[in-house]
């Protein structure tokens, strides 16, 4: 089969594209495609001057190939764009004979003959300002919204797009707009953009940001009749020279009653007359489309911006410096990134203040001033007017709250004087602006939005002091409810609301420690310790006791300078029984080293805790292998609880938790028998105690030594169950125990297919849960099943 030369199928498809789109394909993207045409590289080898390969790769190659696959109706990927293009080529070729197919599915039949006219093209009368950018990037769902909006299928006869000042209202609009005025001086009656007769902008902005600062516009159209004589400059046949006012309203909707127009009021926030603009639009003919963008939430089909998602905000971070000869390192690009929040009109500012010679990091410094360029073009006209309100209070509250805060602890931080519905006029104040967003009970803000009101604290000390107040409060006494719950055992739905508000809950500790908030953070740790646990349980080790590491070192440091022994006791144990869990050498010589330190101070502390810190160390001997030692300790352990004058319930755990880990020895040492009725003794406890999560942990160890005895259908029974209810409970670390024993089991019955399988998942699971010496001895499991 003959090829097609390269260069003529990347012609073709740009003619494609731009016959279902209205837009041709752009720079990179025909870069990509020469590549993919004449190189035939791997996905990794596809590069784009001026971009990282990590954004051709992850953004531009995936968006390519959906676009393409969009036009040319069936799914494109790397390894197969050429032969998409090529079958649709000699289609298209052969498409020039009488009874020949369609051009592609889904679009007309092509010309009998090649000499066949052009499609027409016509003047369309507008006065569309120039776009703003060179390359119009990210924002694809919402102008895939807002082209659909416009379309005459589509009833809505006024559309607003809105959200915060910069986020690129206006930018949006204007694309669309001249999608629109493409697709209707070709005519191309293929293409899917909405086509008008004319087309009409019309702008109250007073300000732009530029690089050197804002820039006063010079004729802001504020009033009806700024709209008015917009109209009339693109509409030439209409004349309101000398004519009444209402008069000149019904001229107005007789003629406009004859086009199909688009009708942009950009900036209505700032109009001075918006109730008679307004009143203007609801009375347009149908054969008008209006388009309002402004900072304020109305009550029309929406389309709502808010900040550029990571890869788009790269994208245009990128974009930005290779147009103005900017070399941006990735570091460079996320820092920018995170410093602006993702609002195109900062992350313009930033890139063309690089360029003008200003170092990043004064940049990064000037975005987050309450006084600076980018706040002021972005939010002063929005919030100066709620000074002195509560609404006001409540902006710069949220700021406190890194994750959404619950509206009842916002207005009891914001305004503690307010019931929670009292201060909803306020919030509703702060969603119309766009200043805030609301989920369900939630509230939060856009990143850009916060480093302003955080400024906006710092310059409001007072407040800023009574509202950490409150915030700490709130957090010390919503957190005391988890206190005391135990970790061993499953909580249901008992943290569901604290993982909500887990990032608060990290600031408040943060601030705390910041401020030596002694007493605070240690009633905090008292609260979340149990929590803290169990979030590694659930999520991973590795990436949640980072937490626990960080604050225990701190109170351990505090409390020793305060001479608090008891409470440095229990925080070295604390920490011990975390490195023990993470499981590394150095981590469990750490443990070692403090768990030596604290049994020196066991005399600040009753018999139940001496107890438990014997415990604790055999657990540490047992990670190490040292298995003589941890048996003197469990002993040492047993006189303790006989000691300690513990309730039966409190002592029958204790002994219990003694013979589990008694059995673990025996049964890692090679006396199954002897582990088995260790394991069993505690099985009928937990059973009485109905300690339902432990119930299953010793049953998993039972299921073992009956793989090792040989007793497989007992192990199969026990595993099969406990598995299910670890999934029904969503215990993952549970999980990993049962596909490790499930592999054993498989193994032993000569299932090896089925053995590997499992040893797979449990290596995986290990590895996402931070369990490294499970992990490792997963794959050692693997390796050997693999080897046989």
Known sequence: MNTVDSAELIRF??????????????DVQERILEQVLIDRPRLLDIQVHGYSETTVQRVFCPKLWKLLSEVFGQEVRLNTVRLVLEKAYKISRQSIHPGSQPLLPGTPAAAPAPTAAPPSTRQIPHNLPASSCTAFIGREEELARLLELLSPQHAAPIISVDGIGGVGKTTLVVEAAYRCLQASCSDASASTVPTFDAIIFTSAKEFRLMPFGLLKSLAPRRTLNDIFRQITYVIEELDLAGVAFAEQLDLIRMTLARYRTLLIVDNLETVKDQQEVLAFLYELPPTVKAVITTREQIIFVPVRLTSMPESDGLSLIQHEAQTKGVSLSLTDQMQLYQATGGIPVAISYAVGQLANGTPLREIVQKIGQSDGDVARFCFESSVQPLKHQPAYRLLLALALFPAPALQEALVQVAVPELEADQAEPDLAKLRGLSLVRQEHDRYSMLPLTREYALAELKVNPDFAQQARERWITYYLQHSETYAQQDPSDWQGSTFVELEAEWQNLQAVMECCIEAERYED???????????????????????????????????????EQRGDWSVVAQMMVDRAWTLIGLGKPAQLSEAE??????????????????????????????????????QTWLEQASLLVEQAGLSEPDHQRQVLQIQYYQGEIWFKTGDYDQSKQLFEAALRTARELNWVRVVF???NWIAD????????????????????????????????????????????????SEAIRWATEAQHSFEALGMLPEAEESQNLLQTLLAS
């Open 697 to 699: 942990m010793i049953e």
């Open 705 to 752: 030594i009956a793989i090792e005895q040989g007793n497989l259908e007992v192990a199969q029974t026990l595993l099969v169950e406990g598995l299910q209810v670890a999934e029904a409970n969503q215990d993952r670390t549970r999980i990993a125990y049962y596909q490790h024993s499930l592999a054993k089991l498989a193994r032993s019955q000569a299932n090896y």
């Open 593 to 630: 080293d403090l768990l030596t330190q604290v049994w020196h101070l066991r005399q600040h502390q009753d018999r139940a805790f001496q107890a438990n810190l014997a415990k604790i160390i055999a657990v540490l001997y047992v990670q190490q292998q040292r298995f003589e030692d941890a």
């Open 521 to 559: 953070c240690l009633q905090l740790w008292q609260n979340l310790k149990t929590y803290t646990q169990l979030r590694g349980r659930h999520i991973s080790r590795l990436d949640c006791w980072t937490d626990r590491l960080i604050w225990t070192a701190w109170l351990i440091q505090a409390a």
């Open 13 to 26: 498809a740009n003619q494609q594209v731009l016959a279902k789109t209205a837009k041709p394909l752009n």
